[in-house]
Protein backbone atom coordinates (compact mmCIF):
# COMPACT_ATOMS: atom_id res chain seq x y z
CA UNK A 1 0.00 0.00 0.00
CA UNK A 2 1.60 3.24 -0.76
CA UNK A 3 -0.10 6.87 -0.41
CA UNK A 4 1.10 9.71 -2.79
CA UNK A 5 0.55 13.01 -3.32
CA UNK A 6 1.35 15.34 -6.17
CA UNK A 7 1.56 18.61 -6.72
CA UNK A 8 -1.44 19.29 -3.87
CA UNK A 9 -2.96 23.02 -3.17
CA UNK A 10 -5.17 24.12 -0.89
CA UNK A 11 -7.42 27.32 -1.13
CA UNK A 12 -10.14 28.10 2.16
CA UNK A 13 -11.98 30.63 2.54
CA UNK A 14 -10.60 32.27 -0.63
CA UNK A 15 -6.96 32.18 0.30
CA UNK A 16 -4.09 29.95 -0.74
CA UNK A 17 -3.13 28.16 2.11
CA UNK A 18 -0.55 25.61 -0.21
CA UNK A 19 0.55 24.41 -3.62
CA UNK A 20 2.76 21.84 -4.73
CA UNK A 21 2.62 19.71 -1.59
CA UNK A 22 4.00 16.43 -2.89
CA UNK A 23 4.62 13.02 -0.54
CA UNK A 24 4.71 9.52 -0.81
CA UNK A 25 4.13 7.33 1.61
CA UNK A 26 4.09 3.51 1.69
CA UNK A 27 2.88 0.40 3.86
CA UNK A 28 4.77 0.41 7.32
CA UNK A 29 5.91 3.75 6.86
CA UNK A 30 5.24 7.32 8.90
CA UNK A 31 5.27 10.80 7.95
CA UNK A 32 5.57 13.77 10.15
CA UNK A 33 3.60 16.91 9.06
CA UNK A 34 5.30 20.08 10.61
CA UNK A 35 4.50 23.76 9.80
CA UNK A 36 4.02 27.23 11.50
CA UNK A 37 0.77 27.54 13.06
CA UNK A 38 -1.89 28.25 9.76
CA UNK A 39 0.49 26.43 7.69
CA UNK A 40 -2.41 23.99 6.48
CA UNK A 41 -1.20 20.74 8.32
CA UNK A 42 -4.92 20.03 9.52
CA UNK A 43 -6.43 20.89 5.75
CA UNK A 44 -3.74 18.74 4.10
CA UNK A 45 -5.12 15.67 6.52
CA UNK A 46 -8.46 16.60 6.45
CA UNK A 47 -7.78 17.15 2.00
CA UNK A 48 -6.45 13.19 2.78
CA UNK A 49 -9.09 12.04 3.78
CA UNK A 50 -12.25 13.71 1.73
CA UNK A 51 -13.01 16.79 4.10
CA UNK A 52 -11.93 19.53 2.52
CA UNK A 53 -12.13 19.48 -1.45
CA UNK A 54 -8.63 19.65 -3.17
CA UNK A 55 -7.93 22.68 -5.27
CA UNK A 56 -5.16 21.11 -7.11
CA UNK A 57 -3.07 18.69 -8.03
CA UNK A 58 -3.96 14.71 -6.79
CA UNK A 59 -3.23 11.88 -4.39
CA UNK A 60 -3.24 8.08 -4.95
CA UNK A 61 -3.90 5.34 -3.04
CA UNK A 62 -2.31 2.30 -4.39
CA UNK A 63 -2.52 -1.44 -3.02
CA UNK A 64 -5.84 -0.15 -0.86
CA UNK A 65 -9.39 -1.07 -1.66
CA UNK A 66 -10.94 0.20 -5.24
CA UNK A 67 -14.57 0.08 -3.43
CA UNK A 68 -14.08 2.12 -0.75
CA UNK A 69 -12.77 5.63 -0.66
CA UNK A 70 -9.86 7.20 0.85
CA UNK A 71 -12.44 8.45 4.15
CA UNK A 72 -13.42 4.64 4.63
CA UNK A 73 -10.20 3.29 4.63
CA UNK A 74 -8.57 5.85 7.13
CA UNK A 75 -9.16 6.68 10.65
CA UNK A 76 -8.64 10.78 11.26
CA UNK A 77 -7.65 11.51 14.87
CA UNK A 78 -8.56 15.35 15.02
CA UNK A 79 -8.78 18.50 17.56
CA UNK A 80 -12.45 17.59 18.07
CA UNK A 81 -12.85 14.26 20.52
CA UNK A 82 -16.18 13.14 18.62
CA UNK A 83 -17.67 11.99 22.27
CA UNK A 84 -21.32 11.98 23.69
CA UNK A 85 -21.03 13.75 27.30
CA UNK A 86 -23.79 11.55 28.02
CA UNK A 87 -22.92 8.45 27.02
CA UNK A 88 -21.14 6.41 28.80
CA UNK A 89 -16.59 5.60 27.89
CA UNK A 90 -18.02 1.92 27.12
CA UNK A 91 -21.54 3.22 24.92
CA UNK A 92 -18.58 6.21 22.83
CA UNK A 93 -16.63 3.42 21.99
CA UNK A 94 -19.16 1.17 20.81
CA UNK A 95 -21.02 3.22 18.80
CA UNK A 96 -17.59 4.25 16.98
CA UNK A 97 -16.76 0.77 16.89
CA UNK A 98 -19.76 -0.25 15.17
CA UNK A 99 -20.12 2.72 12.96
CA UNK A 100 -16.50 2.02 11.86
CA UNK A 101 -17.80 -0.93 10.61
CA UNK A 102 -15.87 -3.21 12.78
CA UNK A 103 -17.29 -6.65 12.51
CA UNK A 104 -16.02 -7.88 16.05
CA UNK A 105 -14.50 -5.23 17.22
CA UNK A 106 -12.34 -6.06 20.18
CA UNK A 107 -13.77 -2.93 22.49
CA UNK A 108 -12.78 -4.55 26.05
CA UNK A 109 -9.30 -4.82 24.74
CA UNK A 110 -8.66 -1.44 23.28
CA UNK A 111 -10.11 0.36 26.81
CA UNK A 112 -7.41 -1.74 28.92
CA UNK A 113 -4.74 -0.68 25.82
CA UNK A 114 -5.53 3.45 26.93
CA UNK A 115 -6.22 2.54 30.47
CA UNK A 116 -9.64 3.40 30.65
CA UNK A 117 -11.73 0.13 31.53
CA UNK A 118 -11.87 0.81 35.15
CA UNK A 119 -13.92 3.70 33.93
CA UNK A 120 -16.47 2.44 31.30
CA UNK A 121 -19.18 2.87 32.73
CA UNK A 122 -18.76 6.84 33.55
CA UNK A 123 -20.15 9.20 31.52
CA UNK A 124 -17.65 10.77 28.74
CA UNK A 125 -18.85 14.54 30.65
CA UNK A 126 -16.71 13.21 33.27
CA UNK A 127 -13.52 12.78 31.71
CA UNK A 128 -10.56 15.37 31.87
CA UNK A 129 -8.96 15.96 28.15
CA UNK A 130 -6.10 13.71 27.91
CA UNK A 131 -8.62 10.99 29.07
CA UNK A 132 -11.27 11.98 26.17
CA UNK A 133 -7.96 12.15 23.62
CA UNK A 134 -6.96 8.50 25.19
CA UNK A 135 -10.68 7.32 24.53
CA UNK A 136 -10.44 8.61 20.65
CA UNK A 137 -7.42 6.70 20.52
CA UNK A 138 -9.05 3.55 21.43
CA UNK A 139 -11.40 3.82 18.29
CA UNK A 140 -8.17 3.37 16.41
CA UNK A 141 -7.44 0.34 17.67
CA UNK A 142 -10.81 -1.28 18.05
CA UNK A 143 -11.38 -0.40 14.49
CA UNK A 144 -8.67 -2.15 12.09
CA UNK A 145 -7.91 0.56 9.11
CA UNK A 146 -4.91 1.15 7.07
CA UNK A 147 -4.23 4.46 7.03
CA UNK A 148 -4.32 6.59 10.34
CA UNK A 149 -4.39 10.32 10.10
CA UNK A 150 -3.44 12.11 13.49
CA UNK A 151 -3.68 16.17 13.87
CA UNK A 152 -1.61 16.52 17.14
CA UNK A 153 -2.01 13.51 18.44
CA UNK A 154 -0.10 14.04 21.69
CA UNK A 155 -1.57 16.99 22.86
CA UNK A 156 -3.66 17.12 26.16
CA UNK A 157 -1.99 13.52 26.50
CA UNK A 158 0.59 13.46 30.05
CA UNK A 159 4.37 11.23 28.99
CA UNK A 160 3.60 8.10 29.91
CA UNK A 161 -0.11 8.26 27.59
CA UNK A 162 2.63 9.76 24.58
CA UNK A 163 5.16 7.13 24.86
CA UNK A 164 1.98 4.50 24.93
CA UNK A 165 1.09 6.52 21.43
CA UNK A 166 4.57 6.02 20.23
CA UNK A 167 3.72 2.29 21.37
CA UNK A 168 0.38 2.31 18.98
CA UNK A 169 1.76 3.36 16.40
CA UNK A 170 4.84 1.30 16.10
CA UNK A 171 2.43 -1.47 16.08
CA UNK A 172 0.59 -0.13 13.29
CA UNK A 173 3.33 0.68 11.24
CA UNK A 174 4.58 -3.15 11.95
CA UNK A 175 1.33 -4.36 10.98
CA UNK A 176 1.74 -3.02 7.93
CA UNK A 177 -0.30 0.32 8.19
CA UNK A 178 1.00 4.01 7.30
CA UNK A 179 0.70 6.88 8.87
CA UNK A 180 0.23 10.83 8.52
CA UNK A 181 1.27 12.80 11.65
CA UNK A 182 0.42 16.59 11.73
CA UNK A 183 2.75 17.71 14.98
CA UNK A 184 5.18 20.10 16.31
CA UNK A 185 6.79 17.89 18.87
CA UNK A 186 8.54 14.41 18.22
CA UNK A 187 6.58 11.37 17.38
CA UNK A 188 8.92 8.77 18.80
CA UNK A 189 9.19 6.50 16.06
CA UNK A 190 12.22 6.08 14.28
CA UNK A 191 12.81 6.61 10.50
CA UNK A 192 9.86 8.80 10.31
CA UNK A 193 9.82 10.93 7.09
CA UNK A 194 9.45 14.34 7.54
CA UNK A 195 7.20 17.24 5.46
CA UNK A 196 7.85 20.79 5.73
CA UNK A 197 4.93 23.15 4.79
CA UNK A 198 5.35 26.60 4.32
CA UNK A 199 8.69 26.70 4.20
CA UNK A 200 9.17 28.20 0.91
CA UNK A 201 6.89 31.22 1.59
CA UNK B 1 -24.24 -4.11 15.63
CA UNK B 2 -25.04 -2.49 11.77
CA UNK B 3 -23.65 1.01 11.48
CA UNK B 4 -27.80 2.40 10.99
CA UNK B 5 -28.31 0.43 14.16
CA UNK B 6 -25.87 2.06 15.97
CA UNK B 7 -26.93 5.48 14.96
CA UNK B 8 -29.71 4.98 16.19
CA UNK B 9 -29.36 3.62 19.40
CA UNK B 10 -27.16 6.11 19.86
CA UNK B 11 -29.64 9.18 19.23
CA UNK B 12 -32.27 7.55 21.32
CA UNK B 13 -29.89 7.25 23.61
CA UNK B 14 -28.68 10.56 23.92
CA UNK B 15 -32.31 11.87 23.09
CA UNK B 16 -33.58 10.09 26.42
CA UNK B 17 -30.79 11.11 28.73
CA UNK B 18 -30.11 14.49 30.81
CA UNK B 19 -30.47 17.47 28.56
CA UNK B 20 -31.52 15.45 25.72
CA UNK B 21 -34.18 17.05 25.03
CA UNK B 22 -36.82 14.28 24.32
CA UNK B 23 -39.17 15.44 26.09
CA UNK B 24 -38.84 19.14 25.87
CA UNK B 25 -41.06 19.21 22.02
CA UNK B 26 -44.10 18.05 24.28
CA UNK B 27 -43.94 19.67 27.09
CA UNK B 28 -43.95 23.15 24.48
CA UNK B 29 -46.74 21.71 22.83
CA UNK B 30 -48.63 20.85 25.95
CA UNK B 31 -48.30 24.68 27.26
CA UNK B 32 -49.39 26.02 24.00
CA UNK B 33 -52.50 24.56 23.67
CA UNK B 34 -53.43 24.78 27.15
CA UNK B 35 -52.62 28.42 26.56
CA UNK B 36 -55.14 28.82 23.64
CA UNK B 37 -58.66 28.49 25.93
CA UNK B 38 -57.20 30.69 28.68
CA UNK B 39 -56.53 33.22 26.09
CA UNK B 40 -59.94 32.56 23.98
CA UNK B 41 -62.18 32.21 26.81
CA UNK B 42 -64.73 29.41 27.36
CA UNK B 43 -66.98 29.34 23.91
CA UNK B 44 -67.03 26.00 23.47
CA UNK B 45 -68.32 26.30 19.96
CA UNK B 46 -65.38 28.06 18.76
CA UNK B 47 -62.50 26.39 20.76
CA UNK B 48 -64.25 23.46 18.61
CA UNK B 49 -63.84 24.75 15.49
CA UNK B 50 -60.43 26.32 15.99
CA UNK B 51 -59.34 23.14 18.08
CA UNK B 52 -57.40 20.91 15.08
CA UNK B 53 -55.82 24.45 13.51
CA UNK B 54 -54.26 24.99 17.15
CA UNK B 55 -52.63 21.60 17.33
CA UNK B 56 -51.41 21.13 14.63
CA UNK B 57 -49.60 24.87 15.10
CA UNK B 58 -48.50 23.99 18.22
CA UNK B 59 -47.07 21.05 16.76
CA UNK B 60 -45.27 22.65 14.12
CA UNK B 61 -43.95 24.73 16.32
CA UNK B 62 -42.77 22.12 18.64
CA UNK B 63 -40.98 19.94 16.15
CA UNK B 64 -38.98 22.96 15.15
CA UNK B 65 -37.68 23.35 18.91
CA UNK B 66 -35.01 20.63 18.77
CA UNK B 67 -34.05 20.25 14.95
CA UNK B 68 -31.64 22.89 15.15
CA UNK B 69 -29.30 20.27 17.00
CA UNK B 70 -29.73 17.83 14.90
CA UNK B 71 -26.93 18.06 13.35
CA UNK B 72 -25.22 20.76 15.05
CA UNK B 73 -24.64 18.99 18.12
CA UNK B 74 -22.83 16.24 15.85
CA UNK B 75 -20.87 18.70 14.00
CA UNK B 76 -19.82 20.70 17.03
CA UNK B 77 -17.88 17.59 18.77
CA UNK B 78 -16.40 16.81 15.21
CA UNK B 79 -18.90 13.91 14.99
CA UNK B 80 -20.02 14.11 11.53
CA UNK B 81 -16.19 14.41 10.43
CA UNK B 82 -16.38 11.13 11.36
CA UNK B 83 -19.91 10.07 10.11
CA UNK B 84 -18.46 11.27 6.95
CA UNK B 85 -15.90 8.79 6.79
CA UNK B 86 -18.07 5.60 7.55
CA UNK B 87 -19.21 3.38 5.22
CA UNK B 88 -22.82 3.58 5.57
CA UNK B 89 -24.13 6.21 2.98
CA UNK B 90 -24.86 9.78 4.01
CA UNK B 91 -28.77 9.67 3.19
CA UNK B 92 -28.87 6.58 4.86
CA UNK B 93 -27.75 7.83 8.08
CA UNK B 94 -29.27 11.85 7.41
CA UNK B 95 -33.15 9.43 7.32
CA UNK B 96 -31.46 7.75 10.64
CA UNK B 97 -31.20 10.09 12.44
CA UNK B 98 -34.56 11.91 11.15
CA UNK B 99 -36.15 8.45 12.34
CA UNK B 100 -34.74 9.09 15.86
CA UNK B 101 -35.77 12.00 15.99
CA UNK B 102 -39.24 11.67 15.17
CA UNK B 103 -39.74 9.20 17.63
CA UNK B 104 -38.70 10.96 20.31
CA UNK B 105 -40.46 14.51 19.05
CA UNK B 106 -43.17 12.96 16.87
CA UNK B 107 -43.87 10.07 18.72
CA UNK B 108 -45.41 11.81 22.20
CA UNK B 109 -47.12 14.53 20.36
CA UNK B 110 -49.03 12.07 18.91
CA UNK B 111 -49.45 10.07 22.29
CA UNK B 112 -50.21 13.99 23.49
CA UNK B 113 -52.71 15.35 21.31
CA UNK B 114 -56.23 13.21 22.48
CA UNK B 115 -55.02 14.07 25.26
CA UNK B 116 -54.66 17.66 25.25
CA UNK B 117 -57.75 17.30 22.92
CA UNK B 118 -60.29 17.49 25.53
CA UNK B 119 -59.23 20.98 26.43
CA UNK B 120 -60.39 22.30 23.22
CA UNK B 121 -64.02 20.68 23.00
CA UNK B 122 -62.50 17.93 20.40
CA UNK B 123 -65.33 15.25 20.60
CA UNK B 124 -64.48 11.18 20.39
CA UNK B 125 -64.60 11.36 16.18
CA UNK B 126 -62.46 14.57 16.33
CA UNK B 127 -59.61 13.32 17.96
CA UNK B 128 -59.40 9.90 15.89
CA UNK B 129 -59.21 12.10 12.71
CA UNK B 130 -56.42 14.46 14.56
CA UNK B 131 -54.46 11.47 15.72
CA UNK B 132 -54.04 9.85 12.35
CA UNK B 133 -53.40 12.93 10.40
CA UNK B 134 -50.54 13.75 13.04
CA UNK B 135 -49.58 9.54 12.53
CA UNK B 136 -49.23 10.37 8.82
CA UNK B 137 -48.18 14.15 9.00
CA UNK B 138 -45.35 14.53 11.49
CA UNK B 139 -43.31 12.32 9.69
CA UNK B 140 -43.44 15.21 6.86
CA UNK B 141 -42.67 17.84 9.54
CA UNK B 142 -39.50 16.03 10.85
CA UNK B 143 -38.26 15.44 6.90
CA UNK B 144 -39.05 18.81 5.84
CA UNK B 145 -37.10 20.22 8.94
CA UNK B 146 -34.08 18.10 8.17
CA UNK B 147 -33.16 20.05 5.18
CA UNK B 148 -33.15 23.06 7.31
CA UNK B 149 -31.25 21.47 9.95
CA UNK B 150 -28.38 20.52 7.51
CA UNK B 151 -28.37 23.68 5.82
CA UNK B 152 -27.62 25.81 9.27
CA UNK B 153 -25.45 22.77 10.38
CA UNK B 154 -22.39 25.14 10.50
CA UNK B 155 -24.20 28.56 12.31
CA UNK B 156 -23.63 29.06 15.20
CA UNK B 157 -27.34 30.18 16.41
CA UNK B 158 -28.81 28.34 13.23
CA UNK B 159 -32.14 27.94 15.10
CA UNK B 160 -33.42 31.12 13.99
CA UNK B 161 -32.60 30.67 10.71
CA UNK B 162 -33.69 26.79 10.56
CA UNK B 163 -37.40 28.15 11.22
CA UNK B 164 -37.40 30.68 8.35
CA UNK B 165 -36.47 28.08 5.93
CA UNK B 166 -38.62 25.68 7.30
CA UNK B 167 -41.94 26.93 8.78
CA UNK B 168 -42.93 28.24 4.45
CA UNK B 169 -41.65 24.40 3.52
CA UNK B 170 -43.97 23.09 5.62
CA UNK B 171 -47.39 25.05 4.79
CA UNK B 172 -48.59 22.72 2.63
CA UNK B 173 -48.60 19.77 5.28
CA UNK B 174 -49.74 22.60 7.51
CA UNK B 175 -52.57 23.61 5.08
CA UNK B 176 -53.74 19.63 4.23
CA UNK B 177 -52.98 18.30 8.20
CA UNK B 178 -55.37 20.87 9.18
CA UNK B 179 -57.86 20.28 6.77
CA UNK B 180 -58.51 16.71 7.06
CA UNK B 181 -58.41 17.02 10.51
CA UNK B 182 -61.75 19.67 10.11
CA UNK B 183 -63.39 17.21 7.39
CA UNK B 184 -64.00 14.47 9.44
CA UNK B 185 -65.36 17.09 12.03
CA UNK B 186 -67.58 19.37 9.55
CA UNK B 187 -67.30 18.44 6.20
CA UNK B 188 -68.14 19.35 3.45
CA UNK B 189 -65.25 17.45 1.81
CA UNK B 190 -64.91 13.82 2.67
CA UNK B 191 -62.31 12.83 5.42
CA UNK B 192 -59.88 11.02 2.59
CA UNK B 193 -59.44 13.83 0.29
CA UNK B 194 -57.29 16.08 2.05
CA UNK B 195 -55.85 13.03 3.47
CA UNK B 196 -54.65 11.40 0.74
CA UNK B 197 -53.01 14.45 -0.43
CA UNK B 198 -50.93 14.60 3.40
CA UNK B 199 -50.08 11.27 3.01
CA UNK B 200 -48.54 12.06 -0.49
CA UNK B 201 -46.86 15.12 1.08
CA UNK B 202 -44.97 13.06 3.63
CA UNK B 203 -44.08 10.12 1.31
CA UNK B 204 -42.49 12.92 -1.18
CA UNK B 205 -41.05 14.41 2.14
CA UNK B 206 -39.36 10.81 3.22
CA UNK B 207 -37.37 10.80 -0.05
CA UNK B 208 -36.55 14.08 -0.61
CA UNK B 209 -35.38 15.58 2.21
CA UNK B 210 -32.70 12.51 3.29
CA UNK B 211 -31.04 13.59 -0.44
CA UNK B 212 -31.96 17.27 -0.20
CA UNK B 213 -29.95 17.19 3.47
CA UNK B 214 -27.06 14.86 2.58
CA UNK B 215 -25.99 17.12 -0.05
CA UNK B 216 -26.37 20.32 2.00
CA UNK B 217 -23.87 18.66 4.87
CA UNK B 218 -21.21 17.31 2.00
CA UNK B 219 -21.22 21.24 0.99
CA UNK B 220 -21.00 22.44 4.46
CA UNK B 221 -18.25 20.08 5.82
CA UNK B 222 -15.06 21.99 4.46
Known amino acids: ?201 | MSPLTAILVRDLRIAMRVGGGALMGVLFFLVVVTLTPMALGPDLTLLQRIGPAILWLAALLASLLALDRLFAADHKDGSLDLILLGRAPLELVVAVKALAHWLTTGVPLIIAAPLIGLLLNLDAGAEAALVLTFLVGTPALTFIGLIGAAIAVTLRRGGLLLAVLVLPLAVPVLIFGVAAANAAVAGPVPFGTPFTILCGLTLASLVVGPFAAATALRQEIE
Not at chain 1, 25 to 36: I, K, P
Open chain 1, 1 to 201: MRLSAFDLACRRGGRDVFAGVGFSVGAGEALAVRGRNGAGKSSLLRMVVGLVRIAGGRLDLEGGDPELTMGEQAHYLGHQDALKPSLSVSENLRFWSSFLGAVSADDGGALAAVGLEALAGLPAAYLSAGQRRRLSIARLLAVKRPIWLLDEPASTLDGTAQQELSGFMRAHLAAGGLILAATHGALGIDGAHELRLGGAQ
